[in-house]
């Protein structure tokens, strides 16, 4: 079981940025950032694999970039142009499926998670 501590949510304007990070405390084959608004479901927003394949939901395409740092064991999530619409509580997620690669997986397909950070973007 791989631990995952997320940090850097906070309070934002519309347009601004955020870096999020989460450090692991251990490896794992295909790590990913979801987010949960409140009354909807948990979406995965983009994922990385252990050969550095990524993918991104189509919202996040040119807005979002995930990136890891192997030798710190952590994983970042760049957000820029925020919109209140990404108001949301930001999940790190860990997990060994080799569909990683080739397509945006489901939170079924991660075995473990972080406790969340918080992102709300104000109008």
């Known amino acids: 079981q791989v631990q995952l501590v997320e940090s850097g949510g906070g309070s934002v304007q519309a347009g601004g940025s955020l870096r999020l990070s989460c450090a692991a405390s251990?490896?794992?084959?295909?790590m990913g950032w979801f987010r949960q608004a409140p009354g909807k479901g948990r979406e995965n927003i983009a994922q990385?694999?252990?050969?550095?394949?990524?993918t991104y939901l189509d919202s996040a395409k040119g807005r979002f970039t995930i990136s890891k740092d192997n030798a710190k064991n952590t994983l970042y999530l760049q957000m820029n142009s925020l919109k209140p619409e990404d108001t949301a509580m930001y999940y790190c997620?860990?997990?060994?499926?080799?569909?990683?690669?080739?397509?945006?997986?489901?939170?079924?397909?991660?075995?473990?998670w972080g406790q969340g950070t918080q992102v709300t973007v104000s109008s």
């Open positions: 990385i694999s252990s050969d550095g394949k990524i």
């Open positions: 997620a860990a997990g060994s499926s080799p569909a990683c690669r080739w397509s945006l997986l489901w939170p079924a397909d991660f075995d473990d």
């Open positions: 251990g490896y794992s084959t295909c």
